[in-house]
């Protein structure tokens, strides 16, 4: 659902227009134009200039353009002056061919990218605001070195607020291509910055809506295990107003916000036309299958799922080889008084046995509370078609959904404890006590850690809570546009205020706490991809540091410089600098690998070879072919090698060699030996590669 004022570039200061001493359009113009040329230089070369007014019900902008034969500038402001858009165009700006492998380092050191960055914002925003980068924009990938992106937060008096800027700085000059800030709605004036609330008083009350409940899950465990985990109760977010101390669902008032408040060619061969074995055993799968007719009976006896008044519309077989099973998929249709309502369900198709049923709606319900009466309904229909299952389960979870149904999941119960990673799934429309969903997904072979729990619920809320940092800052909070009429007048249901308040954020991506040792589980890696080695010295190995310093390298906490190089070590560590990347083991990730190494001519198929060892000649071709200079390099009569120990190198390598040589990706010894036929290591190709992308 569209949000409908977030997207409008509102600003919360009041202040005088430049606007507001002119009184007409030329002047308006003039006055614009000269306070941004106060702000950001702008050439005196452009050779056509044109200003543009557009305003709506809430906002008034002007969109300005310079033209020249060089370049072309646009920028977008209020009518306050403050920039809120600025694209610079240049002809001659050169961008990236992915087709390509062509990583180089930039020009400009990621200091220096990001220092430009914030003395253009220094410029162009206002006296009270300031903006903080993320740490994720501060990197730039070397396969992307023409210009780097940044995204940066708006702070409103030392405050972090809602409010974002973007921008683009070209890496070779550090000139600003694009800059764009957005503001959030702020109808009601930026609070305050100073809290009467402590920030001991918020993490305490932040910390008790963080309540834990005990359950087994198999995230982070082994394949088919299950261990017993404290999680959280709830995913909902909170804030403390910091003002008012008043602690408030933050999920809950942003869906109130959306659902309640209204729109803001054939070949020929002999037979004798029998089956073969395979063909027989095929045809013998659907042995015993029921008719449609039979199927559809089937389901019409159950009553409680109101097929009767349905039209049956299509009907699909499926067959499962691995299990030996046919599945009946069948789809119903009922319309009525301009709804349309679709059920599909599966079952199976041997025994007519109700597998799975969804319903979808083509019209909002009303919410409604399952009676006793409906509840007693569920239970008896659980029992007589999950019989084996449903005995074994616990009501989890039962929830409105925006059809008019309610939701209920019943998880698998093992050791006096839920596991509804396993569960059963039923619904019922309240209207018409009918049920239209039920699912599940259940696995006998999945093991259980035993419940033998040495931490508490209080324990794992802390350690829990241990994992967010508490700030202040401005949120957006829906409200209704009863207080401001004349939003109200423009069709608005919702307008958005702003609230100084303190909030709890995940440092890490963290799941739950363990109830054997209470520690954090924690999966993935939600920071960028960074690396560093405990046995590189950067003085003895510059060039393994510096790569790493652009995320190029071996995800690990050695480099093993010294180590034989494979033919998979060193795709790895020329394709890290494409942006790929590599966990050690990953079967389906060394497969991709090889395919982008494919992709860039790097090697053939027929070569592949991973553990194979690489000499420096061998190591130099795939570099040259990676390159494009390959074409001609295996070309051997056509090039001059100056290497002392020339005559080693093998015909098939000579080319390849000499180019590499002239290029200077590659040196001799201090003799001038180049040792063509000697195993390569792992430092020596980051040396290659860094030479590479050094030109």
Request: charged share 20%; with cysteine.
């Amino acid at each position: 659902m569209k949000r409908l004022i977030t997207s409008i570039l509102l600003f919360c200061f009041l202040g005088q227009a430049v606007g507001a001493v002119a009184d007409t359009k030329d002047k308006q113009l003039t006055a614009i134009v000269q306070h941004i040329k106060q702000q950001i230089d702008i050439s005196d070369t452009y050779t056509e200039f044109y200003g543009e007014e557009s305003s709506n019900d809430m906002q008034q902008q002007w969109n300005l353009y310079w033209k020249s034969d060089e370049q072309e500038l646009d920028i977008v402001t209020d009518e306050d002056g403050t920039i809120l858009s600025y694209y610079l165009f240049r002809p001659d700006q050169s961008t990236h061919d992915y087709d390509e492998y062509t990583p180089s380092f930039p020009d400009k050191s990621l200091d220096e990218v990001q220092q430009a960055a914030e003395q253009f914002a220094k410029r162009v925003l206002k006296s009270n605001e300031t903006v903080v980068f993320t740490e994720d924009t501060d990197r730039m990938i070397p396969f992307e070195t023409e210009s780097t992106d940044l995204y940066g937060t708006l702070y409103y008096n030392g405050v972090k607020s809602p409010s974002w800027v973007s921008m683009t700085i070209d890496s070779e000059d550090l000139t600003v291509l694009s800059y764009m800030r957005m503001d959030m709605q702020c109808v009601s004036g930026i609070p305050a910055a100073v809290p009467t609330v402590q920030q001991t008083t918020a993490e305490q009350a932040l910390q008790d809506t963080m309540q834990m409940r005990l359950q087994y899950t198999t995230m982070g465990s082994a394949e088919n295990h299950a261990a017993l985990l404290y999680v959280p109760a709830s995913y909902d977010s909170y804030y403390v107003d910091a003002q008012t101390g008043e602690t408030v669902n933050y999920s809950q008032l942003l869906s109130h916000e959306e659902n309640g408040m209204g729109d803001a060619g054939t070949s020929t061969s002999e037979s004798d036309g029998k089956l073969t074995d395979a063909e027989q055993i095929g045809v013998d799968l659907l042995k015993e299958v029921l008719s449609q007719e039979e199927l559809e009976q089937k389901l019409d006896d159950i009553a409680v799922l109101g097929l009767s008044s349905y039209a049956l519309n299509e009907v699909n077989y499926r067959v499962d080889t691995e299990e030996a099973s046919i599945t009946c998929d069948m789809f119903f249709i009922k319309e009525k008084n301009d709804e349309t309502t679709y059920k599909s369900v599966a079952v199976d198709a041997k025994t007519g046995k109700l597998l799975s049923l969804y319903t979808y709606y083509s019209e909002q319900g009303t919410e409604t509370e399952l009676s006793d009466a409906q509840q007693q309904t569920i239970q008896a229909f659980l029992a007589e078609y999950a019989p084996d299952t449903y005995p074994q389960t616990t009501l989890w979870e039962s929830s409105p959904s925006w059809d008019g149904s309610i939701m209920q999941t019943y998880a698998r119960e093992v050791n006096g404890y839920a596991f509804p990673e396993q569960y059963i799934m039923v619904g019922m429309h309240g209207s018409d006590g009918t049920i239209d969903s039920f699912s599940s997904f259940w696995d006998e072979d999945t093991t259980f850690e035993s419940p033998d729990v040495l931490t508490t619920a209080a324990q794992a809320q802390q350690t829990y809570f241990g994992a967010h940092a508490v700030s202040l800052e401005y949120l957006e909070v829906p409200v209704s546009t009863r207080s401001y009429p004349a939003y109200q007048e423009l069709g608005y249901s919702f307008v958005y205020e702003w609230k100084l308040a303190y909030q709890a954020e995940l440092e890490q991506n963290c799941y739950g706490v363990s109830a054997k040792d209470n520690t954090l589980c924690v999966i993935g890696n939600q920071e960028p991809v960074t690396i560093q080695y405990h046995d590189i010295d950067v003085n003895q190995y510059p060039e393994i540091a510096k790569l790493a310093q652009y995320g190029v390298g071996y995800l690990s906490d050695t480099f093993e410089p010294q180590k034989n190089l494979t033919q998979k070590d060193f795709l790895v560590l020329l394709l890290s600098a494409q942006g790929e990347t590599y966990e050690a083991g990953d079967a389906d990730g060394l497969a991709y690998i090889y395919t982008r190494a494919y992709y860039y001519g790097m090697l053939t198929e027929a070569e592949y070879a991973p553990n194979q060892e690489l000499t420096r000649a061998a190591m130099v071709k795939i570099m040259i072919d990676a390159t494009g200079y390959g074409r001609t390099a295996g070309i051997a009569e056509i090039y001059r090698c100056r290497f002392a120990d020339e005559s080693s190198i093998s015909q098939q390598y000579y080319g390849y060699v000499a180019t590499a040589q002239g290029l200077g990706l590659v040196k001799g010894d201090e003799n001038g030996v180049f040792h063509p036929n000697a195993i390569a290591t792992r430092a020596q190709a980051a040396i290659l590669l860094y030479n590479f992308m050094s030109k």
